[in-house]
């Protein structure tokens, strides 16, 4: 009677198994809209880029005070800083991101690039409330 029981539950765990990595993928490839490349600057958007409607390449530098800069990379769904003059250069060799899992941060500039998914209008604001504060850190929302 055992090896019957067995069959059946290993039957049971491969069809749960199955719905569940299905169930995975489908969310994974479900997002609320286009590849939306926002770049702060001292926790400000100063630059937004639907990354989905980029034909060609193209390269901008931000100039971050005092001397200080990063050259950004743009590409068809994708974004990344090809040259900074900041110490580490940990945002340099992190590469070109193409979807919000993780961001771009360059800390010795206060630099961060982030993707999202919805539409550049919801976008035109630099996320400040009324009274003037943040309500973003140095990394993330």
Same mark, same amino acid.
């Given at each position: 009677?055992?090896?019957? @029981?067995?069959?059946? $539950? %290993? ?8 719905? =569940?990595? +299905?169930?995975?993928? $489908?969310? &994974?490839?479900? !997002? &609320? ?29 931000? #100039?971050? *005070?005092? +001397?200080?800069? @990063?050259?950004?990379?743009? &590409? !068809? *769904? %994708? ?5 900074? @003059? ?8 992190? +590469? ?5 899992? %993780? ?13 999202? +998914? ?6 035109? !604001?630099?996320? =400040? ?7 973003? #850190?140095?990394?993330?929302?």
């Amino acid at each position: 009677m055992a090896p019957k @029981n067995t069959k059946k $539950w %290993a039957l049971v765990i491969l069809v749960i198994l199955a719905l =569940s990595g +299905g169930a995975a993928l $489908w969310v &994974s490839q479900q !997002h &609320s809209g286009g590849h939306i490349a926002k770049i702060y600057l001292n926790e400000k958007v100063i630059r937004t880029i639907d990354l989905d409607a980029v034909k060609k390449p193209y390269t901008f530098r931000v #100039d971050c *005070g005092d +001397g200080a800069y @990063n050259d950004i990379r743009v &590409s !068809h *769904g %994708a974004i990344r800083i090809v040259k900074a @003059n900041c110490p580490d250069q940990v945002c340099v060799h992190q +590469g070109a991101i193409k979807d919000g899992v %993780a961001p771009i941060v360059c800390l010795p500039h206060r630099l961060l690039i982030k993707i999202d +998914g919805e539409t550049v209008a919801k976008h035109d !604001h630099d996320h =400040s409330d009324t009274d003037g504060h943040s309500d973003l #850190d140095a990394v993330t929302k």
